[in-house]
């Protein structure tokens, strides 16, 4: 598979963002004395911003164990 094929199926950053932007909706319509969902928002942002950096792998280690806690719920 080529670089040009692969980027035309890879989302950028901004893409991503864009789609996790969602967010703001939730945060209007609810939120904690916490501010979790804010907080969740923030850690999504970082993976998203630093996906290619070395140690990528343990943070997203850490989104799925926080995914699986809520899921358990």
């Known amino acids: ?3 040009e094929t692969t980027s035309t199926i890879t989302p950028t950053i901004e893409d991503l963002f ?3 932007d969602q967010w703001r909706v939730v945060l209007d319509q ?3 004395q916490f501010d ?4 969740m928002v923030a850690l999504y942002r970082f993976a998203i911003s ?3 950096e070395p140690g ?3 943070l997203l280690q ?3 164990a926080v995914e699986a806690a809520d899921k358990d719920r």
């Open 30 to 32: 609810d939120s904690d």
């Open 56 to 58: 990528i792998e343990l």
């Open 50 to 52: 630093h996906y290619n």
């Open 1 to 3: 598979m080529s670089a």
């Open 62 to 64: 850490a989104i799925e």
């Open 36 to 39: 979790t969902i804010s907080k």
């Open 18 to 20: 864009n789609e996790y």
